[in-house]
């Protein structure tokens, strides 16, 4: 179980820790946001997680997920709860984005 988790904080810091940094730059101003704050709230964010997802189910996991995830990043930078939803969607965004340009080259061989 602990290796699994081990994974999964290391794979979300290499993959939502630049995002997740590079959103709250262009949000909040480069002074303001250093990157250790982005990797302490993934890795921080992935075991709150994994304790959710363990000890309530999966069905109010989600919402909770969310609020953690939002009270995460409103604490460690020190902004609104409106900054917080902001800087979250432009991280998916930018995921969503860099998702898609990774797999665009195996999906139009696969479709070929």
Known sequence: MFGNLIGLIIFNIIFQAPALWYAAKHMLGPDSVVFWD????????TVINALIQVFIGAEIAELLQIIAYLYLVRKYWGTSWKNAVLITLLMVFINVVIGLLLAGPGLFLFLR
């Open 38 to 45: 982005a990797v302490k709230i993934t890795a921080v964010f």
